[in-house]
């Protein structure tokens, strides 16, 4: 069984600067947190094709604070897909991203290749409170 994630996000910035947040390590150091202990999980991302990369944070009882991924898609600035490794897991996640003119941008997430319905809930939570933080940063 493989389940998908879909969730939208509306911003009031421009596209560059969205594609920018999602694509620039220091920038994703700033929203992709523990979402825990809310500090920055330490990260070696670049937008290549075939890059491989780590999130790094405090390791728990349960997870060893490692996320896993390789850059699978680089369409700049409207598309960005990568592995998304952690836990026993490993999905794919998609970022579309689509002016709607006036100022705002949409930014569609599908994650696929989720195993079981706590997974689901836990990246539908873990992506939601993250994108929330997407959006302080967007606003400095």
Known sequence: ???TLTLDFQYTTSIEKLWSALTDSSKLAKWVVNIHTG????????PVVGHHFQFRTQPTEWWDGIVDGEVLIVDAPNRLSYTWASGGEKHTVTWTLQDL????VNLH?????????????????GWSKWCGELEKVLEQ
Do not use: C, H, V, W
Request: positive net charge; proline residues 3%.
């Open 101 to 104: 003119g006036d100022g705002k």
């Open 1 to 3: 069984m493989s389940l």
């Open 39 to 46: 500090q920055a999980m330490e990260n070696n991302f670049k």
């Open 109 to 125: 997430l599908k994650q696929t290749g989720i195993s079981n319905d706590p997974a689901l809930n836990g990246a539908k939570y």
